[in-house]
């Protein structure tokens, strides 16, 4: 029997990730596999926003809903759709859902297909602005409050809301840190 061919990843989609409902943006431009599953996706935002995967996920793509297996899913499993089967051309769109609880809604906009380069390091995170917002700190409206207490020291909120932010800062993106992150998520080119 001849030895199988490994397998070739296909085309590379670059993404450009939102957080809706936020202002001034948080985002960031990533390039993936056309080959990765939606599951997948869902770590490389995790890893590319700071998020911790501590809730459950879902995309919506072309009216279809996508969550991660669990009892409770109510969609497709997302880990058993690869990107390259779903209408993702550039120009198209979708969500993604983090955490049911805060609702973290983010726009996912397939920006162009790209060819692989045979020495490129995927997923990677292209550039971005900004922090993604802590876990648990209430979705949008209240990302909003702990902006307006961190930035008031008068605020009767701002002693424990700095320590509870910790060592967070709302402007800052570390595109090096955040590459070296999805090299250790995803290593030796992990699709």
């Not at 202002?23 to 995790?46: F, Y």
């Not at 991660?68 to 690869?82: F, H």
């Not at 955490?99 to 692989?116: A, P, S």
């Amino acid at each position: 029997m001849p030895a199988r061919k490994p397998r070739r990843p296909g085309p590379i989609l670059q993404l450009h990730i939102s957080l809706q409902d936020i202002e001034p943006p948080i985002w960031r431009r990533v390039l993936v596999h056309d080959t990765m599953s939606l599951a997948n996706l869902h770590s490389v935002i995790q890893e590319a926003f700071g998020w911790q995967d501590y809730h459950l996920f879902a995309f919506v793509v072309a009216g279809k809903r996508y969550e991660g297996p669990s009892p409770d899913a109510e969609g497709a499993d997302a880990t058993r759709v690869a990107l390259k089967k779903l209408p993702l051309e550039p120009g198209t769109g979708f969500e993604y859902v983090y955490d049911f609880g805060d609702d973290w809604h983010h726009t996912v906009l397939v920006e162009q297909r790209l060819t692989r380069d045979r020495d490129g390091q995927y997923p990677v995170c292209l550039d971005g602005e900004r922090a993604g917002p802590p876990e648990d700190c209430g979705g949008p409206p209240g990302y909003a409050n702990l902006l307006r207490a961190l930035g008031d020291p008068g605020d009767p909120e701002h002693p424990d809301l700095v320590v509870w932010a910790g060592p967070w800062a709302p402007e800052a993106f570390d595109l090096r840190a955040t590459n070296r992150i999805l090299q250790l998520a995803f290593p030796t080119r992990a699709v």
